[in-house]
């Protein structure tokens, strides 16, 4: 019913994915080439033709549609006190850093994870402690006798959770989440859960809200929350963040005033309102589309390059492959025009990986992976 197959050319949209030379086919940063819901250009169109674009407030609609879609997608209540908005999530882990550590702490961040998490880390006078996954060629898990270790580190105040995780695609277990909540408590770590790819997950798979798993996590956790990866409105700069602890609600809620990252600009709520309130069947028919991407993809690399592995996720749409050995990589965009993000910049462990995006037409998937098979079989005979 909507429409993934044929887009528009974003290449005429000042995007930062697509603001490449000619033959260049991106395929790294995290947003899709899809045109949002109907739902929400409507919602904005609104908007615009009202005509004025003063200061605005953030509405008790936007408050509902969050509790409401929480609620009845995820199965976690949130309360209206202690939901904020914020013009971002990376604009609220900054925020959460400057508040929360003291320059020269260290923030725990487990590894391969969304590089921008050491950005924010070390832009603010922190180190980051890089805590490694384990990966055993199939799936990642969390290696809990490292986390302990690196959790009591005197000097860690802080843990950035990716939850799912981008970019291997990790849906996290209770389990796991559970003993994440336990250990923060006993080392008095806050764990910042940024959830943001939480709502692109395969058919009839289900993500777990931190916040939802025990009363540990409820007392050491902030959660981020967004529309913006799964709806495809990164653009429109709009966030929220949670907790149920009232004092980091405070120190929250503070840290985004100060820093002038708590007010929206005229279709920031609108957008999060339309996507969450009417969005639901456009975002099932893009995780189905997504989805059918990701098994296209895996089942292409299996047939055509099985000497790089892609590891099967049941969320985000971001491909994680495993290449031969690190580095091999290295002038994949110069022989071949395809522009795929380097897994080194994800931290430790990433360095042997490539990410693909898979939000994109099918044509465009099947572009990029005839230019990855012509790039590693052209590589073998040499
Ligand atoms: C895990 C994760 N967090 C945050 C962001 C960016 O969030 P925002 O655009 O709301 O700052 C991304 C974007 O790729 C991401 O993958």
Same mark, same amino acid.
């Given at each position: 019913?909507?429409?993934?197959?044929?887009?528009?050319?974003?290449?005429?949209?000042?995007?930062?994915?697509?603001?490449? %030379?000619?033959?260049?086919?991106?395929?790294?940063?995290?947003?899709?080439?899809?045109?949002?819901?109907?739902?929400?250009?409507?919602?904005?169109?609104?908007? &615009?033709?009202?005509?004025?674009? +003063? /200061?605005?407030?953030?509405?008790?609609?936007?408050?509902?549609?969050?509790?409401?879609?929480?609620?009845?997608?995820?199965?976690?209540?949130?309360?209206?006190?202690? =939901?904020?908005?914020?013009? +971002?999530?990376?604009?609220?882990?900054?925020?959460?850093?400057?508040? &929360?550590?003291?320059? +020269?702490?260290?923030? =725990?961040?487990?590894?391969?994870?969304?590089?921008?998490?050491?950005n924010s880390t070390v832009n603010n006078g922190c180190t980051a402690l890089q805590s490694p996954l384990c990966f055993d060629g199939?799936? /990642?898990?969390?290696?809990?006798?490292?986390?302990?270790?690196?959790?009591?580190?005197?000097?860690?105040?802080?843990?950035?959770?990716?939850?799912?995780?981008?970019?291997?695609?990790?849906?996290?277990?209770?389990?796991?989440?559970?003993?994440?909540?336990?250990?923060?408590?006993? /080392?008095?770590?806050?764990?910042?859960?940024?959830?943001?790819?939480?709502? $692109?997950?395969? %058919?009839?798979?289900?993500?777990?809200?931190?916040?939802?798993?025990?009363?540990?996590?409820?007392?050491?956790?902030?959660?981020?929350?967004? %529309?913006?990866?799964?709806?495809?409105?990164?653009?429109?700069?709009?966030?929220?963040?949670?907790?149920?602890?009232?004092?980091?609600?405070?120190?929250?809620?503070?840290? !985004? #005033?100060?820093?002038?990252?708590?007010?929206?600009?005229?279709?920031?709520?609108?957008?999060?309102?339309?996507?969450?309130?009417?969005?639901?069947?456009?975002?099932?028919?893009?995780?189905?589309?997504?989805?059918?991407?990701?098994?296209?993809?895996?089942?292409?690399?299996?047939?055509? $390059?099985?000497q790089i592995k892609a590891v099967h996720s049941d969320a985000t749409y971001l491909l994680w492959l495993k290449m031969p050995r690190?580095? =091999?990589?290295?002038?994949?965009?110069?022989?071949?025009?395809?522009?795929?993000?380097?897994?080194?910049?994800?931290?430790?462990?990433?360095?042997?990986?490539?990410?693909? #995006? !898979?939000?994109?037409?099918?044509?465009?998937?099947?572009?990029? !992976?005839?230019? &990855?098979?012509?790039?590693?079989?052209?590589?073998?005979?040499?």
């Amino acid at each position: 019913m909507y429409e993934f197959e044929n887009l528009p050319d974003r290449r005429k949209s000042a995007s930062s994915k697509w603001m490449v %030379p000619e033959g260049v086919l991106p395929m790294w940063v995290a947003d899709m080439d899809f045109p949002a819901a109907p739902q929400i250009i409507r919602a904005i169109r609104e908007r &615009l033709d009202h005509g004025v674009f +003063g /200061y605005d407030e953030v509405p008790d609609e936007w408050y509902d549609a969050y509790i409401n879609w929480w609620d009845k997608r995820h199965g976690l209540k949130l309360n209206k006190e202690g =939901l904020i908005f914020c013009t +971002g999530v990376i604009p609220a882990v900054s925020s959460a850093v400057r508040k &929360l550590t003291t320059p +020269g702490e260290k923030i =725990l961040i487990q590894t391969p994870v969304y590089n921008i998490f050491f950005n924010s880390t070390v832009n603010n006078g922190c180190t980051a402690l890089q805590s490694p996954l384990c990966f055993d060629g199939e799936a /990642y898990s969390m290696d809990f006798d490292r986390l302990e270790r690196d959790m009591s580190d005197p000097q860690v105040s802080l843990m950035i959770l990716c939850n799912p995780q981008n970019p291997g695609g990790r849906i996290w277990k209770k389990e796991e989440l559970a003993e994440v909540g336990r250990l923060a408590k006993k /080392y008095s770590v806050i764990v910042f859960s940024d959830e943001i790819h939480c709502d $692109i997950v395969r %058919p009839g798979t289900e993500y777990v809200p931190f916040l939802s798993v025990s009363d540990e996590c409820r007392e050491v956790g902030i959660a981020a929350m967004a %529309p913006t990866k799964a709806f495809n409105i990164a653009g429109l700069h709009t966030a929220a963040v949670y907790s149920e602890n009232k004092t980091l609600r405070h120190k929250m809620w503070r840290a !985004l #005033n100060t820093d002038e990252v708590a007010e929206p600009n005229s279709f920031a709520c609108v957008a999060a309102i339309a996507a969450f309130n009417e969005g639901a069947d456009w975002l099932d028919e893009m995780c189905a589309y997504v989805f059918e991407n990701r098994r296209i993809a895996e089942e292409y690399i299996a047939a055509n $390059i099985p000497q790089i592995k892609a590891v099967h996720s049941d969320a985000t749409y971001l491909l994680w492959l495993k290449m031969p050995r690190s580095g =091999l990589q290295g002038d994949l965009k110069d022989k071949t025009g395809l522009y795929l993000s380097d897994g080194a910049v994800y931290g430790a462990g990433g360095e042997e990986f490539l990410r693909m #995006n !898979l939000g994109c037409s099918r044509q465009t998937l099947k572009d990029g !992976l005839k230019r &990855l098979s012509e790039y590693f079989n052209a590589n073998k005979k040499a």
